[in-house]
């Protein structure tokens, strides 16, 4: 199974920016998907979350400026990132969890996608 995240880029303060991600390969279920991200000098922190159910969570710092977002039948997780801050700024990566065809779990990453937010 991989991930192949799409969308990034510069953008300026109060801006917006949509991220997506695409998982492909044997899938039979994703039970969770997360998107995270990892500024210069900082640990990898989570995001957002969806479950297979569609329920979300949010990290406070994002909360009514993030949406995350998944299509189960495209088996993709998309975030759009509104009124964006310099200090989301930082590379962020899409990851799964679930299961593939033959019964064995998965925990895969994106490649991740750097979010420049300056003016």
């Known amino acids: 199974v991989q991930l192949q995240a799409f969308g990034g880029g510069l953008v300026q303060p109060g801006g917006s920016l949509r991220l997506s991600c695409a998982a492909s390969?044997?899938?039979?279920?994703?039970?969770?998907m997360r998107w995270y991200r990892q500024a210069p000098g900082k640990e990898r922190v989570v995001v957002a979350v969806i479950t297979g159910g569609g329920s979300t969570s949010y990290i406070d710092s994002v909360k009514g400026r993030f949406t995350i977002s998944r299509d189960n039948a495209k088996n993709t997780v998309s975030l759009q990132m509104n009124s964006l801050k310099p200090e989301d700024t930082a590379v962020y990566y899409c990851n799964a969890v679930g299961v593939q065809r033959s019964g064995a779990p998965f925990n895969v990453w994106g490649q991740g996608t750097q979010v420049t937010v300056s003016s």
């Open positions: 390969g044997s899938i039979f279920s994703i039970n969770v």
